[in-house]
């Protein structure tokens, strides 16, 4: 479509080709002229010669075949008459291709999702998530800070975004800041739309591409947000605590006691994963949390406060492993608070011990198993000296025997002290064995010490009156972009699963595994296959998938699926808040956005359903069609088939908004799934 224009443009152009550029001495005769209209005429020339000095040479008539290429500059020599650098679009933006509606449509039961944003990889993931838990989903809909109308735009689920018009004071325009409250209201918009939508998902997009949300890593954007969201949340609305429920603080004394503590606030912990097999998210914490270094005195630093709501995100050291880190269903922050600092200090003394004693006794195994010397390194102290032994066997005879050995021995004599020599090697040998399976058993118990030390404070104490106090569980977890482990309320069918697959973190709650991709798209399409029903084959078509899976599967998928983990845990208090309807204006602009899917459904099977239905009279004809006609009838027939040959108008182009997908000089084609009807509750909608 690109090439067309580009061929319509350069026609155009040639048939309005300007003519030739006058000249500063072509002014005619302007003798008849007063000096302000000779100056008039003179600036008039040079304006015109400024306007047309890029044009270059002008040539009628074809004067080129070749095509404009756009491709990256990978030769050393280029022609400057022939080439030109051309400047990024910073506002093109990545288009996905959905699914027909009729595979868009919400499963009753399964739950709503946002998929990734190209500017923001991790937001709808994390907003999927945050949903799900009462205390977040009611701050993120700020019920004091609402509009009278929310606007409405049939593609603004894909990321199109709605401009409404506002009410700036002059402060706001001085600071530069008049839109500061847009991330208020269209966060509103995705809670909304995640508690009612017919749509199986939505977009984050209009979120990311906020001004406010500009940041150069779309990968660690979600610290950014959260902040964000604070920042307007506080100024909309100061006194409201629910703005702060994403906020921790944590403290550091520099010096003394006497100094004043370091505050440091924080919404996303973000540690360093170093490769360590085995390790806990207690482990990984620790380091980010304290840094304790043997040698060192320990830093006086403490969380102050632990959000309601907190969100880790894990990296691996190494981008070709995952993060290999146990991540617990419940999760204790006890250890790290302020009311548990001189138990915590002396549980770091005796640690910070254990790992000096533990570095001890590696020196001495390193120093009791490998060589020093060069002419034998890569071999341990044991090989060398059973090497030396077998050389002594074989080696003293022989030189005993041709006399290059100073020892006047009979051979005989040789022989046994060859021996003698042979079984002390070994007997050092096996006593350097016994040292190093000795320095070995000390060791495993120091790390078995150790890891007694890493369960402290991270398990349910008999008495209610001591620590741990502050429990917090796992609510969802984003292994990939696209991957959103989330746990929702469950059914009266989720309980019986529940029961039968044993305890989980909560029986009133099920885990859900959700994907978006187009390898997801292929599992749905052979879903459909597989059930009798025809779907497009189209690669490009980014589908998904929702399934129920365990809690097991949800950890194990943590710890191993992933380089990348963002792990989102919730107290007690944040799950026990009364989940209310959306406030109608909300309401309002969901039961929008529901219709306007109701009517692409309705158009799209309505247009399905004009192409492959056959009347009567048509089949009485082709039975009473020679044989001769019959090939033309079926080229006919072809003809009617759909194809999924796709065009996908640009977010910018100014069309009318519609189906993200539609038929190349055609309307919008029907998902071969099957004929769907649509819903009762759609049509009273």
Not at 152 to 168: F, M, S, T
Not at 492 to 516: E, H, K, V, Y
Request: proline share 5%; net charge negative; glycine share 4%.
């Amino acid at each position: 479509m690109s090439n067309l224009n580009e061929q319509a443009q350069a026609a155009q152009f040639q048939e309005h080709k300007p003519g030739p550029v006058p000249s500063a001495t072509d002014g005619g005769d302007t003798s008849g002229l007063t000096l302000a209209e000779r100056e008039e005429r003179e600036l008039q020339q040079a304006v015109a010669m400024s306007l047309n000095q890029n044009l270059g040479h002008q040539e009628s008539g074809i004067t080129s075949i070749s095509q404009t290429n756009f491709s990256k500059a990978t030769r050393d020599h280029y022609d400057e008459g022939a080439w030109a650098m051309t400047l990024f679009n910073s506002s093109a933006q990545e288009i996905v291709i959905s699914p027909d509606p009729a595979d868009r449509r919400r499963i009753p039961d399964e739950p709503a999702f946002l998929r990734p944003s190209h500017d923001n990889l991790y937001l709808g993931g994390l907003l999927t998530i945050l949903h799900s838990i009462p205390l977040a989903r009611e701050a993120l809909l700020l019920r004091k800070k609402l509009l009278p109308n929310y606007g409405h735009d049939p593609q603004w689920w894909n990321g199109q975004p709605i401009n409404l018009p506002k009410i700036v004071t002059v402060q706001d325009v001085q600071d530069g800041n008049t839109d500061w409250d847009d991330i208020i209201h269209e966060t509103q918009r995705l809670m909304a739309f995640l508690d009612s939508t017919s749509r199986a998902f939505g977009s984050a997009d209009a979120l990311s591409t906020l001004k406010i949300m500009s940041s150069y890593d779309a990968e660690t954007n979600i610290s950014r947000y959260l902040e964000s969201w604070q920042e307007s949340a506080v100024r909309a609305d100061p006194g409201n605590q629910l703005a702060t429920v994403f906020l921790s603080n944590a403290y550091k004394r520099p010096l003394t006691v006497y100094d004043t503590p370091i505050q440091k606030e924080f919404f996303t912990l973000d540690p360093y994963v170093e490769p360590n097999h085995g390790q806990t998210l207690y482990d990984v914490l620790d380091r980010t949390v304290w840094s304790d270094r043997p040698g060192e005195e320990l830093d006086d630093v403490w969380l102050e406060h632990v959000a309601e709501i907190l969100t880790i995100k894990l990296e691996s050291s190494d981008p070709a492993k995952s993060v290999d880190v146990q991540i617990p269903a419940v999760f204790y922050p006890d250890r790290y608070l302020a009311s548990c600092r001189d138990r915590a200090r002396d549980f770091r003394a005796r640690r910070l011990q254990v790992y000096d004693e533990i570095s001890k006794l590696e020196k001495l195994m390193n120093r009791f198993s490998i060589s020093k010397s060069v002419f034998h390194k890569g071999l341990g102290l044991r090989d060398i000296l059973e090497k030396a032994a077998v050389a002594t066997s074989l080696t003293l005879p022989k030189s005993v025997a041709n006399g290059a050995s100073e020892l006047a021995l009979t051979p005989e004599a040789a022989e046994a002290e060859a021996q003698r020599l042979a079984t002390e090697l070994r007997s050092l040998s096996s006593r350097i064995e016994g040292k190093l399976q000795e320095l070995e058993d000390k060791k495993q118990k120091a790390v078995e010490t150790l890891r007694s030390y890493s369960k402290f404070l991270t398990e349910p104490s008999d008495s209610p009156t001591e620590s741990p106090h502050h429990r917090y569980t796992l609510r969802g977890v984003c292994t990939e972009p696209h991957i959103i482990y989330v746990l929702r309320p469950a059914t009266l069918s989720d309980t019986g699963i529940a029961t039968q697959n044993g305890p989980t973190a909560d029986d009133n709650w099920q885990w859900w595994r959700i994907s978006f991709s187009t390898e997801d798209a292929k599992a749905r399409q052979a879903e459909l296959n597989q059930a009798g029903r025809s779907a497009p084959n189209n690669a490009d078509v980014v589908g998904y998938t929702a399934h129920k899976v365990r809690e097991v599967e949800v950890l194990r998928a943590a710890r191993e699926e992933s380089k990348n983990v963002l792990l989102v845990y919730a107290n007690a208090n944040a799950m026990s808040v009364r989940v209310d309807p959306v406030p109608s204006e909300l309401q309002a602009f969901v039961d929008a956005d529901n219709q306007a899917f109701e009517a692409e459904f309705k158009e799209a099977y309505a247009e399905g359903l004009a192409g492959n239905q056959v009347s009567d009279t048509d089949i009485a004809i082709d039975h009473g069609r020679s044989s001769a006609i019959e090939p033309q009838n079926q080229e006919t027939a072809d003809r009617q088939v759909n194809v999924f040959d796709y065009e996908i108008p640009s977010l910018d182009d100014g069309t009318e908004p519609g189906q993200e997908m539609q038929e190349r000089g055609g309307s919008g084609l029907l998902s071969a799934a099957g004929a769907i009807q649509p819903s009762q509750s759609m049509d009273s909608a």
